[in-house]
């Protein structure tokens, strides 16, 4: 996650365990692909083959990162305690 805030798009698997990362995927700063080293190499080879696709990842991952920096989250959490608090 800390890549994002770097521009890096993540490339991961699907494997059983994997980390909660994964559900940042859908960003579209990302991918996911089976759990197998022959799709896992495809599916970076694809990323590096097609320059644009790899700017748009780029592009989504930035945005990523400012959606989950700490100032945002604080800001989610103590709104939260104001609507679901005790009155």
């Known amino acids: 996650v800390h890549g994002f805030a770097l521009g890096l798009p993540m490339i991961t698997t699907s494997a059983p365990g994997h980390g909660p ?14 759990y197998a080293e022959d799709a896992f190499s495809k599916l970076i080879g694809a990323v590096l083959a097609h320059p644009r696709r790899l700017e748009q990842m780029r592009e ?19 709104h939260a305690t ?4 005790d009155p």
């Not at 989950?68 to 103590?78: A, K, T």
């Open 21 to 34: 990362e994964i559900e940042y995927l859908s960003s579209g700063g990302g991918e996911a692909t089976d």
């Open 60 to 78: 989504a991952a930035l945005a990523q990162a400012d959606k989950l920096r700490i100032e945002r989250s604080v800001g989610l959490f103590l």
């Open 82 to 85: 104001r609507v679901f608090g």
